[in-house]
């Protein structure tokens, strides 16, 4: 009892930790991985909001002498800072029941007998009662922790390279110090919580969404009053430094040109813009169909978050945490709403990571739920056993079902993909795509951190419409865009008001940007092998949104498109690349399946409508050996 006293939160977090590294990701993965990982390893300039505080730490543990690779340690450090996420967590809970008259509203009446009243506890031997109390306690705090860490989008952060591993652990300490400043009132702690708000800020700008919550606490404590009004001036007078000093590194780091320069934030109107996420906000409050959409998204995906089995502790602990601290319940309630609202009307594919404030608030609500299940069991002295197996029963149970939907340690694939392309264009090319996603994005930290295809020129299409951007591929590649100097100069002009909220012709606009993307093919392709992805061929070639220059055209080059000037037959190199599929797949995993075993049909095709019979085999033996639940089509099935 001793040890589970001294060590709750140590255990907790430890257990955490190992779960975490057991399910740690080799490698990049999907979405924005890659390129924070890059941002941290080269001190760059991450996408809005910028994540200036993300960047320093990963880019100061990137480089300990450790032997693993960048992306294992910026990995590894997801994992250190989600477990200490759990750690706060269960601090604050003990916080909670040991201050539990702290968070209790009670009438007049009510108070001055509370007063009055002693608590004692009995030192006779029945006091072993109060002990299995007491470690009933401690046991509903563990697996409160417990089972916010097995929580699916929680898990998700820890194995693998994110900002929101970091906010994680940055909220749960915030709200500790928080009710911290609540209990003594005193200005050094709600300083201290003021200067830990502004760490949050500087990472990531959903910590706005704790401040409802906290003026909740604040004003119930200090009322509305002339020195509660001075104290914020205080509070506000350190928070504002601290947030400018971190937001700083943008403009500084900016005017050294790092290779990773997104909005290149160097004067005031790009710096507003890039810390404001304004690209973004036309997802904010789009509509209340896309808020009803993400609403019936979160409710139908909550059962899976906690595995169904933790929803009973919940609810439970919805109403027991009324019971009990209803204080703590108002403001767990709060911060559950606050982000719930928020979050449903961001209308993006991913949002995710945005519930976690929510899925903390329930966790919160959980250990109410446990402790008073637990109290239904007979207190037996000397029966820890008991309360422990009911425990450890849902727990694995929850653990057994979201390891598989969270274990990444198989997962190779945006590895293998992303090489696999840079590899099969050859060393002096162009790769003309938009897949963020499972290509560029990984590509960034390949190829800036680990040097892979350094001669290779990687350009992004839907970047190609910020202005920002041009600096960037000058910088890197300056050989590649002095052809397009004059037309960059004329989209660049014509991109100012837009980009400044002030009325802009479109179709000027269009013009100038479908000339670029075509100047970029006849003013390289002379120097360069130029390759287009799939997705430009598959979206914008067929709908007409992009087009090549007259007298060129494309054929199935491995993973790509080869652009070419002739209609005679175009070789390609054998498919010797391998790819691993992991067991646990989702949908950006069978998007890249689908776009190898698309490329290389196509590539068979190609080969046949040119008799190569051979060849083509060889496509299709490929795709029946490393992908055989892969359709092929009839025609080739026949062939074959």
Request: charged fraction near 15%; proline fraction near 4%.
């Amino acid at each position: 009892m001793k040890f589970l006293k001294k060590y709750y939160a140590l255990l907790t977090a430890l257990i955490s930790f190992i779960f975490y590294l057991l399910t740690l990701a080799p490698s990049v993965i999907q979405i924005d991985a890659g390129e924070l990982a890059a941002v941290q390893a080269t001190a760059g300039i991450a996408h809005p909001t910028g994540y200036p505080l993300f960047t320093m730490t990963g880019y100061l543990f990137l480089n300990l002498p450790l032997p693993l690779s960048k992306i294992l340690l910026a990995n590894l450090l997801a994992a250190v800072w989600c477990s200490l996420g759990i750690f706060f967590f269960t601090v604050i809970l003990k916080f909670i029941y040991d201050n539990k008259a702290l968070f209790i509203i009670q009438k007049k009446t009510e108070k001055k007998k509370h007063n009055k009243s002693k608590v004692t506890i009995s030192t006779e031997p029945g006091a072993t009662f109060a002990q299995i109390l007491e470690f009933k306690q401690y046991l509903a705090i563990i697996a409160a922790g417990l089972l916010l860490a097995f929580n699916e989008t929680y898990w998700l952060q820890a194995t693998s390279v994110e900002v929101y591993s970091l906010h994680i652990y940055l909220i749960t300490f915030t709200i500790y110090l928080l009710l911290r400043a609540y209990k003594s009132n005193s200005r050094k702690d709600w300083i201290f919580f003021s200067i830990s708000l502004a760490l949050g800020f500087s990472n990531h700008m959903t910590t706005l969404l704790l401040i409802p919550g906290a003026a909740y606490l604040y004003f119930d404590k200090n009322r509305f009053s002339k020195g509660s009004f001075i104290q914020i001036l205080i509070m506000l007078g350190v928070f504002f430094p601290i947030l400018i000093l971190m937001y700083s590194y943008l403009p500084i780091r900016a005017s050294q040109n790092p290779i990773l320069n997104w909005g290149n934030p160097i004067d005031m109107e790009r710096i507003l813009r890039h810390i404001s996420g304004k690209q973004y906000q036309v997802w904010l409050f789009s509509s209340t169909e896309s808020a009803r959409k993400q609403l019936e998204y979160f409710i139908t995906s909550l059962p899976g978050e906690f595995a169904i089995v933790g929803l009973l502790f919940i609810v439970v602990g919805i109403f027991q945490t009324f019971i009990v601290a209803k204080k703590f319940f108002i403001f767990v309630l709060i911060c559950f709403l606050t982000t719930v609202f928020y979050s449903i009307n961001y209308d993006i594919n991913d949002i995710d990571s945005y519930f976690l404030l929510a899925y903390i608030s329930l966790a919160f609500f959980s250990t109410f739920g446990i402790n008073k299940l637990l109290g239904y069991l007979k207190n037996k002295p000397g029966d820890y056993a008991a309360p422990g197996i009911i425990i450890a029963v849902f727990l694995v149970t929850q653990l057994y079902i979201n390891y598989k939907k969270c274990d990444q340690s198989d997962c190779y694939t945006y590895n293998d993909y992303t090489k696999a392309v840079m590899k099969s264009s050859g060393s002096r090319s162009i790769i003309f795509s938009y897949q963020w996603d499972y290509f560029i994005s990984p590509s960034y930290y390949f190829q800036l951190v680990e040097e892979l295809q350094p001669g290779t020129v990687i350009i992004d299409k839907e970047l190609l419409r910020r202005s920002w951007y041009y600096d960037q591929l000058n910088n890197a590649y300056p050989n590649v865009m002095k052809g397009i100097a004059s037309e960059s100069r004329l989209f660049l002009d014509a991109l100012k008001p837009f980009e400044r909220d002030l009325p802009y012709n479109a179709a000027v606009l269009e013009s100038n940007y479908q000339l670029i993307m075509q100047k970029l093919i006849t003013e390289n392709i002379q120097t360069h092998s130029y390759f287009i992805g799939p997705e430009l061929v598959d979206n914008e070639m067929r709908n007409g949104a992009f087009s090549l220059p007259k007298g060129y055209f494309i054929v199935p080059d491995l993973l790509l498109f080869r652009v070419v000037s002739t209609n005679e037959y175009v070789p390609a190199a054998d498919p010797d690349f391998r790819i691993r599929f992991p067991k646990n797949s989702n949908k950006y995993i069978e998007q890249i399946k689908n776009m190898v075993g698309s490329m290389l049909v196509r590539r068979a095709m190609y080969e046949l409508s040119f008799d190569k019979t051979e060849r083509a085999r060889l496509y299709i033996n490929k795709i029946r050996k490393e992908m055989p639940e892969y359709r092929i089509p009839y025609e080739l099935e026949n062939v074959f």
